[in-house]
């Protein structure tokens, strides 16, 4: 599926999650907060860092590791993206949604 | 004579001895399983336990009658793993290894949420993943006269993802059955978006809950446990009142491995997702619960994997390339109550659908749906366990990989 995100047509799947990240950037990330009403600040880029650092090495998203990530706690993280943190978080960083893991 | 470990003697690691006690020349091959308890819980009873409907006879077995012969049983605690000189140390001796396949399972970790130890617990807290556990709830349901009854799953991963659920569905009719449904308020409270952990459950069986006026909360990630108002709090101060707390905690791997530092965060082990051989050492393997896999923690899974990592292990022992094979299969019971179940089939990569199981348009069991059919699917189950699974028995029909014959691929996840 293609989706315009600043002005560029961007691969996204049913959900709007990035489908490559190659086409992921600051301008396409702010556009996505923009539609998920956050505004980015330095200390949401420091998580957007983060995450993505986290699925480049394969490792797991979990509520649990934003505990220990030391960059922030979880009620930081529920502040800076409100509703499901960890959903919205991943959609705007341009990484796929965090399978449950059934 | 080479030296092959088996650690942990549950679901996992009996198939395992099972199936390579026959595959492995006596002659090269010393086989030896470590497990520190003697008896052997057949753990999916735990759901059955609370309502009554299973006795304590019927979920637990001594744990060696499952060991085959020629397999050496040691009945002690394991302390450590030391992979870099390829030994085990026990409470009181060290052994050493060749291969190591490790299946020490999971359990609960209720320390991990503030709160739950508090003073409700076992009181009005209850868990019932535990034998302990799940018979002092049997204890409190026989008295309890009604009132909020919040059924809550702390965090994933969890074995058994369905069992939570499951446990609402039973509940919902066991107070029917003693006519106390109308005193009975039942909410159903997960950290997932949705009642079931695939969207395409979700979408074909949301109405489940409405039949049952179970009352849902999703996105809630525990902070603690309010025990002076007797409420569950969230990260965004969502407060969920109840009088009965039935609480799946956190599930870890054993503490083992967190001492020998092979785990992760929640002391589960990095594997290989089609080879089941640890990332981290080439003659230590991992099955069951134990792995790091985004697969389903249940015993099925368990049994498909046994059967790879055998072939695994053979093939390891002379040399060869590992099989790229296991892909995440799994074959769940879902019991919905009023004796009726639901089955679904699914991988790592397609989720659950509609159709006929075992065979293309016939079934019997029927995938998705309810019908009671499925139900004895699912008693059965404790039967099979017992006599065929354990012993690396294959269950006829049933293969290691998923199939796609008598599927219909007609639901889409899109939420
Ligand atoms: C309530 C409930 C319902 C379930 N329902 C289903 C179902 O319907 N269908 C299904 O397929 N699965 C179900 N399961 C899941 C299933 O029981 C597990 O997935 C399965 O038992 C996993 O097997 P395992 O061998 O990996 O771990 P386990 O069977 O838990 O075995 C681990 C073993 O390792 C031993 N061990 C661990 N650490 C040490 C140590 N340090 N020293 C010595 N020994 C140690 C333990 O004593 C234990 O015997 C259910 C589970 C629960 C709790």
């Not at chain 1, 220990?68 to 409100?82: A, H, R, T």
């Not at chain 2, 991990?112 to 009181?123: A, C, Q, R, S, V």
Request: aromatic share 10%.
């Amino acid at each position: 599926m293609k989706k315009v995100i600043a002005n560029r047509e961007i691969d996204v799947n049913e959900e709007g999650y990035l489908v490559d990240f190659k086409q992921w950037d600051r301008e396409v990330c702010e556009c996505i907060a923009g539609e998920c009403n956050v505004v980015m600040t330095e200390k949401h880029w420091e998580v957007i860092e983060y995450l993505q650092d986290k699925h480049h090495k394969d490792e797991p998203l979990s509520i649990r590791g934003i505990k220990k990530s030391g960059v922030i706690n979880i009620k930081e993280f529920y502040e800076l993206f409100p509703g499901g943190p960890l959903k919205k978080s991943t959609l705007i960083a341009g990484i796929p949604k965090p399978k449950s893991c059934i | 004579m080479k030296n092959l470990v088996i650690l942990g003697a549950g679901t996992s690691g009996t198939m395992m001895a099972n199936h390579l006690v026959s595959k492995l020349p006596k002659k090269d091959w010393k086989i030896t399983i470590v497990d520190q308890y003697k008896t052997h819980y057949y753990q999916p009873g735990f759901l059955f336990l609370p309502f009554d409907t299973y006795t304590e006879d019927q979920v637990k077995k001594e744990g060696k009658k499952f060991i085959p012969k020629g397999v050496y049983y040691i009945q002690k605690k394991i302390d450590k793993i030391l992979p870099e000189e390829n030994k085990v140390a026990l409470e009181d001796e060290t052994l050493s290894y060749d291969i190591l396949i490790v299946a020490t399972g999971s359990k609960i970790a209720p320390d991990e949420t503030d709160g739950l130890l508090g003073p409700l617990w076992k009181k009005d807290i209850f868990d019932f993943y535990t034998y302990e556990g799940a018979l002092a709830l049997r204890n409190k349901l026989r008295e309890w006269e009604g009132g909020k009854l919040v059924v809550h799953i702390t965090e994933m991963p969890i074995k058994c993802p369905v069992a939570p659920l499951e446990f609402a569905f039973l509940a919902d009719s066991y107070f029917k059955n003693k006519g106390m449904r109308d005193k009975v308020d039942i909410t159903y409270v997960t950290p997932l978006d949705g009642a079931f952990t695939k969207p395409t459950c979700t979408k074909a069986l949301n109405y489940l809950l409405k039949e049952k006026q179970i009352k849902i909360e999703t996105d809630f990630a525990i902070m603690e446990v309010d025990n002076d108002k007797k409420a569950i709090v969230d990260y965004v101060d969502r407060e969920i009142p109840f009088d009965l707390l039935v609480t799946v905690p956190t599930n870890m791997g054993d503490e083992v491995i967190e001492r020998s530092g092979l785990g992760d965060d929640l002391n589960f082990i990095p594997t290989h997702k089609h080879t089941l051989q640890s990332k981290a050492h080439e003659n230590i393997f991992v099955i069951g619960d134990a792995t790091n896999l985004p697969a389903s923690k249940a015993g099925s899974v368990a049994h498909f994997q046994a059967e790879t990592l055998t072939d695994n292990i053979i093939l390891y022992t002379k040399g060869f390339k590992l099989k790229q094979e296991f892909d995440g299969h799994a074959n769940c019971f879902i019991e919905t109550g009023n004796n009726k179940a639901l089955l679904i089939d699914f991988n790592y990569d397609q989720e659950p659908v509609h159709g006929t199981f075992p065979f293309a348009k016939i079934g019997p069991l029927k995938l998705l749906k309810e019908s009671v059919f499925n139900h004895w699917g699912k008693l059965a189950f404790r039967w099979i366990y017992w006599n065929m699974l354990l012993k690396g028995i294959p269950i006829p029909f049933v293969g290691r990989n998923m199939s796609f014959k008598g599927k219909k691929f007609d639901i889409k996840a899109d939420n």
